[in-house]
T-cell receptor, first 114, second 109 residues
Framework: NAGVTQTPKFRVLKTGQSMTLLCAQDMNHEYMYWYRQDPGMGLRLIHYSVGEGTTAKGEVPDGYNVSRLKKQNFLLGLESAAPSQTSVYFC?????????????FGDGTRLSIL | GQNIDQPTEMTATEGAIVQINCTYQTSGFNGLFWYQQHAGEAPTFLSY????GLEEKGRFSSFLSRSKGYSYLLLKELQMKDSASYLC??????????FGAGTTVTVRA
């Protein structure tokens, strides 16, 4: 049982390049989330999804797009990367039911924009 | 939205007890979570509180007072492996989490 898997683990981009981060979960979870983590600021929610085919904006959505075409996958896209998007990106998922169920996190993607 | 405050750093000695406080101001409280995050790793779930009171899980306990907007995580019998960042997170009615900046705990021998 792999849990939440993020690919790639590391990436260096040039300003203006585009890329897609992939999150896959094998726990049949309904809810999926994308966060960024920057020093001194904690985890901030970028976008989230409450089920296949749905997406919603979080706290810091500008410059990012997402898609949830399949229940197990949640993709985060950067159309035109900027140095301000240098960060560690975490994906998380949780079941649709169960009040006490926590979010489960992937190992993160370390992204540097030059 | 949520405003969540926790201390930036704490240092304690192996075998001691450390209490990490978290205060929050929220619109639509629906539970509070504590996560542990070792450097360079993913956050991992430690505890969940939705009602007032103390939840105990082995060496770790978490307390919640909803009327005061206050929680703490208590780490007992500290071990070197407990050196990590501890994240307080408040959940809203839409099941979204808002995280504090984290408290880095350093355990000294």
């Amino acid at each position: 049982n792999a849990g939440v898997t993020q690919t790639p683990k590391f990436r260096v981009l040039k300003t203006g390049q585009s890329m897609t981060l992939l999150c896959a979960q094998d726990m049949n979870h309904e809810y999926m989330y994308w966060y960024r983590q920057d020093p001194g600021m904690g985890l901030r929610l970028i976008h989230y999804s409450v089920g296949e085919g749905t997406t919603a904006k979080g706290e810091v959505p500008d410059g990012y797009n997402v898609s949830r075409l399949k229940k197990q996958n949640f993709l985060l896209g950067l159309e035109s990367a900027a140095p301000s998007q240098t960060s560690v990106y975490f994906c998380a998922s949780r079941p649709g039911q169960g009040e006490s169920q926590p979010q489960h996190f992937g190992d993160g993607t370390r992204l540097s924009i030059l | 939205g949520q405003n969540i405050d926790q201390p930036t750093e704490m240092t304690a000695t192996e075998g001691a007890i450390v209490q990490i406080n978290c205060t929050y101001q929220t619109s639509g409280f629906n539970g509070l979570f504590w996560y542990q995050q070792h450097a360079g790793e993913a956050p991992t779930f430690l505890s969940y509180n939705v009602l007032d009171g103390l939840e105990e899980k082995g060496r770790f306990s978490s307390f919640l007072s909803r009327s005061k907007g206050y929680s703490y995580l208590l780490l007992k019998e500290l071990q070197m492996k407990d050196s990590a960042s501890y994240l307080c997170a408040v959940r809203d009615k839409d099941y979204k989490l808002s995280f504090g900046a984290g408290t880095t705990v350093t355990v000294r021998a």
